[in-house]
């Protein structure tokens, strides 16, 4: 019978720096050997002629010429806002922000319109969707979409942040409560009467309360 001294045990020491190395170095080359099996294909950036003129073209026809073939009901309904107001923004965009300004590219060739990149950036917003979603109709690539929305956001802010984004002016509140098929919050005796207005304005409680039941009771939600 062999002697059980003989046998032959494998003590781990991580206080081994030889054997360590040894591993170290093994698992480094078959690292590296399977990078090599494997190169990583980089395809080259394609492009694409979208042909943006028509694109701009095609825009101008459905909803901005004198005859467009969508009337205003279409335009409403798919850009969330009236037609005056979206050429107002338009406009304001085209000459006050960069980014919308219309160009030329090296070879003298007409950019992206306004027009095109407000309602791309629109339509995103208004819809909810993927950025390439506005590509076949409006011509333009998902980057160019996400960048049209990105500077839209900003523009609205800088341009109109100052005139729309704050607390609501009495005048505002009198339009807001006074305004819609005749529901009125106040008493009917009281409806143009301005000092109510100014109460509610300063007492911005009492209002959020009366405006929150007067929406509820249009079936608008609260604000």
Known sequence: MASSSNKFHY??????DSLNQYFQEQFNNQFEAVEEAIPVERKPREYIDRKREEGH???????FSDNPTYDAHHFRRRFRMNKPLFLRIVNRLSEEVP??????DATFRNGLSPLQQCTAAIRLLAYGTATDSVDEYIRLAACTA?????????????????EYLRRPTAEDLQR????????HLLNPSHNHNIR???YLHKNKKV???MLSVHLESCNLGSP
């Not at 073209?57 to 909803?63: C, H, I, K, S, V």
């Not at 960048?147 to 109109?160: A, M, P, R, S, T």
């Not at 807001?176 to 529901?183: E, I, P, Q, V």
């Open 11 to 16: 003590h781990y020491d991580p206080n081994n």
């Open 57 to 63: 073209e095609r825009l101008w026809n459905d909803y």
């Open 99 to 104: 980014y919308f300004k219309p160009k030329k």
């Open 146 to 162: 996400r960048k049209c929305l990105e500077h839209f956001v900003v523009g609205i802010v800088d341009l109109f942040g100052t």
């Open 176 to 183: 807001l409560l006074f305004t819609r098929s005749g529901r």
């Open 196 to 198: 109510n207005i100014v």
């Open 207 to 209: 209002h959020e309360k």
